[in-house]
């Protein structure tokens, strides 16, 4: 179950995504940003998808197609993260779903989602024993940023790929 502090962000975006769908668009994609900042910052994971489909079905909704579609390729990463977490994870399963998240991330041209999406991928490739392909996946990738290194995907894909690399 999640803290309250948690349901209560939750609802934050609830009531925002409902403020959107009434016509208030600026207003309630506000609240959602809002509501999904804080709750990721408490590092609750579990309602982040929740909230990204809400977020993205909005954003549709009030004609920012393109930040909507970007958000679901973020959706499709998560949902093979938890795929993995299950009790017994159902590993093809979430490789379809980072594979899917990758090859929309592409195609929107967003290379942050690709980078998330390519670091799942990479570390399922990883303890599959599969390093080289992981590595050949995730440099070029990882290569074609060239600022926010101080930003926690990249630092995260940097060690991965060194430890990918040793």
């Given at each position: ?11 934050r975006?609830?009531?925002?995504w ?25 590092g ?10 809400l ?11 393109e ?10 990463r ?40 390519a ?24 290569g ?23």
């Amino acid at each position: 179950m999640l803290p309250i502090y948690v349901l209560c962000h939750v609802n934050r975006s609830r009531q925002g995504w409902a403020q959107a769908m009434q016509g208030q668009g600026e207003a309630g994609l506000a609240q959602l940003h809002q509501g999904m900042s804080v709750t990721l910052a408490t590092g609750q994971t579990l309602s982040q998808p929740f909230c990204l489909v809400l977020l993205a079905e909005a954003a549709g909704y009030t004609g920012q197609v393109e930040d909507g579609r970007r958000l679901l390729a973020e959706t499709y990463r998560l949902q093979g993260d938890l795929l993995l977490r299950q009790a017994t994870p159902d590993v093809a399963q979430a490789e379809a779903c980072f594979h899917h998240a990758l090859a929309l991330a592409r195609r929107q041209q967003a290379k942050s989602w690709e980078l998330r999406a390519a670091m799942s991928l990479a570390r399922l490739w990883r303890q599959q024993g599969k390093c080289a392909e992981a590595y050949d996946l995730l440099a070029p990738i990882y290569g074609w940023f060239t600022e926010g290194f101080d930003t926690v995907d990249l630092q995260e894909a940097k060690a991965l790929l060194e430890e990918l690399a040793g």
